[in-house]
């Protein structure tokens, strides 16, 4: 019986572009992409019909599906339509790609390369969240888009007025904005390694089971990595919500109301 190899922490090089590496990760990601402008072609090619067909419908339903959703949480329609577009893309993207991560072939297909003397067999495609590089880079854009999105609100000053505060004024109020500051800092490493170890996790664990009980047994964790997908995808986004309602919402958060105060709230607590 051969020994299981296991995947490695770091995603493999398959080729180069001239000094640029593509990784199988990569590979994934782009095929996750591509599937999505697909969709997104063929949407458009329905033109929005007032009678919608299954194809427009089920996207319909989607959308809206979705649009309720974060509604709920932020618990104000107009922000909700500002942040739609970001968090709905985090979370189709994250719940795409998890979910391409399972299909057959994925970590299965592999070529022959030569490193350090040997002969390894790299596979060709793998789960692109099973690559921290790419946790990272999506943590990155969640949090400096809610930053972003709180300076257009607040303004600079008073979005900055969060962080930064005169200690010779108020010691307290400058000793809290330096703990939100890092707060806001600990969000990429928050964001970064919940993704990447659940997914790497849930790869590792499929590998496992398949080289233990290779035909029947794999078949339910392939559901429950379905479902971990879905709600790693969920977690991400929603998160991503209520970070950017509270990053519009000025210290004392008295603009927009109690009601709103109590659906993040809610969700933070969730």
Do not use: C
Not at 62 to 68: H, K
Not at 124 to 143: E, H, P, Y
Not at 199 to 214: D, T
Not at 226 to 232: C, E, K, R
């Amino acid at each position: 019986m051969s020994a299981i190899e296991t995947p490695t922490l770091a995603s493999e090089t398959i080729a180069h572009i001239g000094a640029f590496e593509v990784r199988n990760t990569l590979i994934m990601a782009w095929l996750a992409m591509l599937v999505i402008f697909a969709v997104a072609f063929f949407a458009r090619r329905t033109k929005y019909k007032e009678i919608p067909g299954r194809f427009q419908s089920f996207l319909e339903l989607i959308v809206e599906g979705l649009f309720n959703f974060f509604q709920s949480v932020i618990g104000d329609k107009k922000q909700t339509r500002t942040f739609f577009p970001l968090i709905a893309t985090i979370f189709i993207f994250l719940m795409l790609a998890n979910w391409m991560g399972i299909l057959p072939g994925v970590g299965s297909i592999t070529i022959a390369e030569e490193h350090a003397g040997e002969i390894l067999n790299l596979p060709i495609f793998r789960s692109m969240n099973a690559d921290v590089n790419m946790t990272l880079a999506i943590a990155v854009i969640s949090v400096v888009m809610t930053q972003l999105f709180g300076i257009a609100a607040l303004g600079v000053m008073p979005y900055a007025g969060k962080f930064f505060v005169a200690p010779w004024r108020d010691p307290i109020g400058a000793f809290v904005g330096i703990l939100e500051l890092i707060a806001e800092m600990a969000k990429v490493i928050s964001f970064t390694f919940r993704l990447f170890g659940n997914i790497f996790a849930g790869e590792v664990l499929l590998v496992v089971i398949s080289f233990l009980m290779p035909y029947m047994a794999p078949i339910p964790f392939l559901g429950l990595e379905l479902f971990v997908g879905f709600i790693q995808a969920l977690v991400f986004s929603l998160l991503t919500a209520v970070f950017l309602k509270m990053a519009v919402t000025a210290h004392g958060g008295h603009e927009h109301g109690e009601e709103d105060h109590g659906h993040v709230a809610e969700a933070v607590h969730a």
